[in-house]
């Protein structure tokens, strides 16, 4: 063949081939002198273009490069209450320039703070109230680079109306108000000047621990929120509890300041049982405290009214001791009763002292002083038959008018407060003799077969004598205004066998024939409304 029909084929060849592979596609120039080995097809394409198809291909390849933000775990390292901030701190590797917190409201998200650190105080709006948050880190240009899951924060409420019960001499129940936001509790004891320990967690507004006699303990209840990132605490409620005996017959000369911190100590270690508030001031200011033992609500009360004569304090001293043995006796049973539901259905309402300045007066200045701080004898002052009469001197005197004084007030306001709502009777205490009195000479049946019983249960106790010998004026008494104006039963007892001031060596004893009295009086008036 000739070198001309040989280069025709080959030229015809080679423009088949490439129709074939470049179907549809407009033919280009012939191949360039000098690049051999470089197609047609190849060569038709400027430097720096790309097909369509290459276009899709590089743009699904940079978003399939495209990072997702890193998550990162927050931790909860503690609260602070008073400033009602939570501390926080995370780990991020990156090279994040600063975090945003974050708070959800509602549907939006609101930042709260920014930093540049690894941690942060966070700012709770309420106690007890939850809010949610995230926290997100960017880089020097403001890009996300990631986040936290979202998180819940709160802090418990401070824990409040904390008290103490002793249940016997080992055991003592906690108890107080729940908290706002607490998903459980922490009890810590201290012991005398010992450091607190963690006795228990609960889920109750509650607990019951042991404890050793003569000992003196500090308990706190710590409120707790599990966070899911870490526990926060809440500010604590604290309380003293003295496992020892409270009221002392050791001494003769037991006085206002003495019964007033033992009451309040009664009402620390049996708060589920007594409690006490104020009705009124002596003349010199001092409190006049009205201690309730039992059901606040029962319909039943006995009154209990000591010491309106100011030498005759024994009286407080034993009505102390018998409030403290119904106390430390509260849920057991004692002469065949469960005390728990005798208080339940009658409780006890007492004056331990009427007459806080008398005894004052007696106790530093003149021993036999009987009346209150201006002379006037109480038991003469009340709206009975009143009638001015006696001298200051002779411990005799009336006072100006009825209820001039206001010990006597104070007296007549708890009395007619406990008469509207409730089925009332009266037990007096003075010294001394020994006796009961019981009598009464009016018309109304009911009231005199009350105060009969009321005589009969206390004689029987006691073992005291009847005092229908013992003489006296009924001008301006209690009991006599009691049974005869309001139409309460009443009966009055007398303790002690030697002149008052009674001596500090029958206390025991008149406690030991006393310590029943009230209860057996209590039993008998809850089972007269059954």
């Avoid at 006085?255 to 911190?261: D, I, K, V």
Wanted: glycine letters at 8%.
């Amino acid at each position: 063949m000739k070198k001309t029909s040989m280069r025709a084929f080959f030229g015809a060849l080679t423009l088949f081939f490439g129709i074939c592979a470049g179907a549809g596609t407009a033919p280009a120039a012939e191949n360039p002198a000098g690049q051999e080995g470089v197609s047609w097809l190849a060569a038709a394409v400027e430097p720096g273009e790309e097909t369509a198809e290459n276009e899709s291909d590089a743009s699904q390849g940079t978003e399939d490069s495209k990072e997702e933000p890193a998550h990162f775990a927050v931790r909860a390292e503690g609260a602070d209450p008073n400033e009602k901030t939570v501390a926080l701190t995370w780990d991020f590797s990156s090279s994040a320039a600063e975090y945003a917190v974050l708070c959800r409201d509602e549907e939006d998200w609101t930042e709260v703070s920014r930093t540049a650190e690894t941690a942060a105080a966070v700012s709770v709006k309420k106690f007890g109230v939850l809010s949610v948050y995230k926290i997100c880190a960017y880089d020097n240009e403001g890009n996300l680079l990631g986040e936290s899951a979202e998180f819940s924060l709160l802090i418990p409420k401070k824990t409040g109306g904390l008290r103490a019960t002793s249940q016997s001499k080992t055991k003592v129940r906690l108890c107080w108000d729940k908290s706002d936001g607490a998903s459980a509790y922490g009890v810590y004891v201290k012991k005398g000047e010992k450091k607190y320990s963690l006795a228990d967690t609960v889920k109750k507004s509650q607990i019951k621990l042991t404890v050793k006699e003569n000992e003196e303990y500090q308990f706190r209840v710590v409120p707790i929120f599990d966070s899911g990132i870490g526990v926060i605490e809440g500010t604590y409620g604290q309380i003293e509890f003295v496992n020892r005996e409270v009221v002392l017959l050791d001494h003769q000369k037991y006085s206002y300041q003495e019964m007033s911190a033992d009451i309040k100590a009664l009402c620390r270690k049996y708060s589920d049982y007594v409690t006490y508030e104020s009705v009124g001031q002596s003349e010199q200011g001092r409190e006049i405290y009205d201690v309730i033992l039992g059901n606040p609500e029962a319909i039943n009360t006995i009154l209990v009214v000591s010491t309106l004569h100011g030498r005759e304090y024994i009286a407080t001293a034993v009505c102390m001791k018998q409030l403290e043995y119904y106390l430390q006796n509260y849920n057991r049973t004692v002469d065949g009763q469960k005390l728990s539901d005798v208080f339940d259905r009658c409780n006890v309402h007492y004056i331990m002292m009427a007459n806080p300045d008398g005894v004052t007066i007696s106790q530093k200045t003149d021993a036999k002083w009987k009346g209150n701080a201006n002379g006037v004898n109480l038991n003469r002052n009340f709206p009975y038959k009143f009638r001015r009469a006696g001298k200051v001197k002779d411990n005799s005197y009336s006072g100006a008018k009825a209820a001039s004084e206001s010990e006597t007030k104070a007296v007549i306001a708890l009395t007619k407060k406990l008469d509207e709502t409730r089925y009332l009777a009266v037990v007096n205490y003075h010294a001394m003799g020994n006796i009961v009195f019981g009598d009464y000479s009016g018309k109304n049946t009911s009231l005199k077969n009350d105060i009969r019983q009321m005589y009969q249960i206390a004689r029987k106790t006691t073992g005291y004598r009847d005092a229908r010998s013992y003489g006296g004026s009924s001008n301006g008494n209690y009991r006599e205004y009691l049974i005869y104006n309001l139409q309460i039963p009443s009966i009055t007892l007398e303790m002690g066998s030697a002149p008052c001031p009674v001596p500090q060596y029958q206390y025991a004893s008149a406690f030991s024939k006393n310590k029943l009295v009230v209860l057996r009086e209590a039993v008998w008036l809850a089972e007269q409304e059954e």
